[in-house]
C-alpha cells in the first residue's frame, strides 16, 4: 500500500463530500425555475444533502469498522457517482431531493472512511499530521471552491453541471482506490453490527438536524422544531441507554468519556459551528451588501482557501513539538478577532481594507485548530474502532456546524458575527482540556 496514493484517494473523497454542502446554494434560483420548485420545497435542494449525511455518519463510520473500509469507500464513491448523474438529469423537484438524499448516504459513507484510512495508514506523529493538513486544506477548499464553481457552472453551462461535475471527480476517486488501497480480506467473524443502536443514532442524529433546520426556518418556537427536537432528545436518549448494554456497541461509550477525545469533539463542533457561519454570512456580505456576482463572490472566497493551508501547515510543523492545545488555543482566539473584524464591513468598504484582512486572519487560525484537534479527535484508539472514531468526529463535525449555523440565522447579521466569535473562545475554552 502506497501512502501517497492512499492520501490522494482520501483527499478526493473528503473534497466531494465538502464540495456538495455548498455547489449548489448559487445554483438555487435556476434550479427553482427550471423545476418548479415551491417556496418552501426550494430549501431541501440542500437540507436533504445535510439531514441524510448527519443522519448517517455514526452508522457509516461503523459500517466500515465491521466490513472494510475499501469496500464502504468504494462502494460510496459509485453510489455518489450514480445520485449525482441521476440529480443532474432530474426532472421533478421530488426527483432532485431523493438524489440529493442519496448523494447524503454516499457522503456519510465516505466522509469516516476516508478518515479511518488516514489515522490507520499514517502513524502517529509527523507523517500523521502532515496527512491531516492535507485533509483539512481540501475540507476547507471544497467549501469555497463549491461556492466558485456553482458560479461558473451556473452562468457558463447549466444548474446540471453542478451535479454532474461530481461524476468525473468520483469516477477517478473510485479508480485510484481500487488500485491504491488493498483488497480486505474477509474476516471470519466480522462482528454483529448492533443494528437497534444503529436505528436509533440514525433516528436520532437525523431528527436533530432536521429540527435543528426547522428552527432556522420556522424559529426556536415553532411547534414543528420543538416536536422534532423532543423526538431527537428521546431517541438519543434511547441510543445511550441502548450502547450501555450493548456488546459491540456502534459507539462504545467509555471511549467518548476518555477526557481528550471528549475535549477534542467539543471543540471541534463549536470551531466548526463558528466556520458555517462565516461561510455563509460573509458570503452574503459579498452579494448582497458589497453587490458581488456569484463567481466573483467565489473568486474572493480563495483567500480563505489559502489561510487555511497556511494554518494547517504551521499546525504540522509545530504540532509535534508543543502538542495540542498549544495550537488549538490561540488559533481558535485568532478566529475569534476575525469573525469580530469581519463585523465592522459595511457597504462603502473595498474587499481589500475591510474583507481581506478579516478573511486571512479566520482562516488561518482555523486552519492551526483542524490538524490537531481531528488528530486528538481519532488518535489513540485500537485500528479496529479507528471508523467509530472517525464517524463521531465527522458528525460532531456536521452536527456542530448545522446547530451552531441554524442558531446564528435565527440570530441575523451582523450580531450572529460576534456570537461566532464568542463560539470561537468558548472552543479555545474546550481546547485546554486537550493536554
Known amino acids: 500500500m502506497r501512502p501517497t496514493l492512499v492520501l490522494a484517494v482520501v483527499a478526493a473523497a473528503q473534497f466531494i463530500v465538502a464540495l456538495d454542502i455548498s455547489i449548489v446554494n448559487v445554483a438555487l434560483p435556476q434550479i427553482r425555475d427550471a423545476l418548479g420548485f415551491s417556496g418552501a420545497a426550494l430549501p431541501w435542494v440542500v437540507n436533504a444533502y445535510t439531514v441524510a449525511l448527519g443522519g448517517l455518519l455514526l452508522l457509516g463510520g461503523r459500517l466500515g469498522d465491521l466490513f472494510g473500509r475499501r469496500r464502504l469507500l468504494v462502494g460510496s464513491l459509485a453510489l455518489f457517482a450514480l445520485a449525482s448523474l441521476a ?66 457552472l451556473t452562468e457558463l453551462a447549466s444548474w446540471r453541471w453542478v451535479l454532474f461535475v461530481n461524476v468525473p471527480i468520483a469516477a477517478g476517486a473510485l479508480l485510484a482506490a481500487r488500485r491504491a488501497l488493498p483488497r480486505e480480506t474477509a474476516a471470519p467473524r466480522p462482528g454483529r453490527l448492533d443494528l437497534p443502536g444503529a436505528l436509533l443514532a440514525t433516528g436520532g442524529a437525523t431528527a436533530l438536524v432536521f429540527g435543528v433546520l426547522r428552527a432556522g426556518s420556522d424559529g426556536w418556537g415553532s411547534p414543528s422544531a420543538l416536536a422534532t427536537l423532543a423526538l431527537a432528545v428521546v431517541l438519543l436518549a434511547l441510543f445511550v441507554s441502548v450502547e450501555r448494554r450493548s456488546v459491540q456497541p456502534l459507539v462504545r461509550l467509555s471511549l467518548l468519556g476518555q477526557r481528550r477525545l471528549a475535549a477534542a469533539n467539543v471543540t471541534m463542533a463549536l470551531l466548526c459551528s463558528g466556520q458555517f457561519a462565516a461561510f455563509y454570512f460573509v458570503s452574503l456580505l459579498l452579494q448582497e451588501t458589497l453587490g458581488y456576482r456569484p463567481v466573483e463572490a467565489g473568486l474572493a472566497f480563495l483567500p480563505f482557501c489559502a489561510g487555511i493551508v497556511l494554518g494547517a501547515t504551521a499546525a504540522t510543523r509545530l504540532l509535534p513539538r508543543h502538542g495540542a492545545r498549544a495550537l488549538v488555543v490561540p488559533g481558535a482566539l485568532l478566529a475569534a478577532g476575525g469573525l469580530l473584524w469581519f463585523g465592522t464591513a459595511g457597504a462603502g468598504d473595498g474587499y481589500l481594507t475591510a474583507l481581506l484582512g478579516p478573511m486571512v486572519l479566520t482562516s488561518a487560525g482555523l486552519g492551526l485548530c483542524f490538524v490537531p484537534v481531528t488528530g486528538a ?25 448545522a446547530i451552531g449555523l441554524a442558531a446564528l440565522v435565527a440570530i441575523g447579521q451582523p450580531p450572529a458575527l460576534a456570537v461566532g466569535a464568542a463560539l470561537m473562545v468558548l472552543a479555545a475554552v474546550a481546547a485546554l482540556a486537550l493536554g
Not at 421530488?94 to 442519496?102: D, N, P, S, T, V
Not at 502513524?123 to 461558473?152: D, F, H, I, Y
Not at 472514531?389 to 452536527?399: L, P, W
Request: charged share 10%; hydrophobic share 55%; aromatic share 2%.
Open 377 to 401: 479527535a481519532t488518535g489513540g484508539v485500537a485500528p479496529r474502532e479507528a471508523g467509530m472514531a472517525a464517524g463521531v468526529a465527522n458528525a460532531s463535525r456536521q452536527i456542530g456546524g
Open 87 to 152: 440529480g443532474g438529469l432530474a426532472q421533478s423537484s421530488g426527483q432532485l431531493i431523493a438524489c440529493r438524499a442519496l448523494q447524503g448516504v454516499a457522503a456519510a459513507g465516505l466522509a469516516p472512511a476516508a478518515l479511518a484510512l488516514l489515522s490507520t495508514t499514517f502513524p502517529s506523529g509527523p507523517e500523521r499530521a502532515r496527512a491531516l493538513a492535507v485533509w483539512a486544506a481540501v475540507t476547507a477548499a471544497g467549501g469555497a471552491v463549491g461556492v466558485l464553481l456553482s458560479g461558473l
